[in-house]
């Protein structure tokens, strides 16, 4: 098995081949494990099921079967570079993205919108109160409807209900 993998990897790098032999060996193994379970002698299928399994990491479907259109997959389909964001001013960064991540918010002002917005709930409708603050903490719709015994159609509705009434989202 280890020679098939090795010869239909070859054009890997030696650190990229020997991390996609050993995941060829693990399908491998888990599918003579799956033939042994079943009964069967997989002894004639050795070499067969060496290429499948060269075949599916070559593709980019490992042992654990990571998505391929993950961003981070170690075979991406698009063409995109993944960088972390820059923790301090120093880091050597594009000004633009430090910009963009940049809050800007005053605390005073976020201070005031807090309290609107507790003003704004305690004259709301207990039921739909509780809808609001479910919906705050980042609950969707499909969550809230289950958790309340209502369709998802109401929840929408009062979504709906509940930013028409909020003067906050007027200004």
């Not at 054009?11 to 193994?29: F, P, S, Y």
Request: hydrophobic share 35%.
């Amino acid at each position: 098995m280890k020679r098939v993998a090795r010869f239909r990897l070859r054009h890997l790098d030696e650190e990229r081949k020997e991390d996609a032999v050993q995941e060829v060996l693990a399908i491998c193994w888990e599918q003579y494990r799956r033939l042994v379970e079943r009964g069967r002698d997989p002894t004639p299928f050795v070499g067969k099921m060496a290429e499948f399994a060269t075949r599916r990491v070559r593709c980019g479907r490992g042992f654990l079967r990571t998505r391929l259109r993950d961003v981070l997959s170690p075979i991406p389909r698009d063409d995109h570079h993944v960088e972390s964001i820059p923790m301090t001013e120093d880091d050597d960064c594009d000004p633009l993205l430090s910009d963009a991540l940049a809050d800007g918010q005053d605390p005073a002002d976020e201070a005031a919108l807090k309290i609107d917005v507790e003003e704004w709930l305690a004259s709301v409708e207990w039921r739909r109160r509780r809808v609001a603050e479910l919906l705050m903490s980042g609950k969707n719709t499909v969550e809230v409807a289950k958790r309340e015994g209502v369709s998802r159609m109401r929840i929408f509705q009062l979504r709906q209900d509940l930013a028409e009434s909020c003067p906050l989202l007027k200004e």
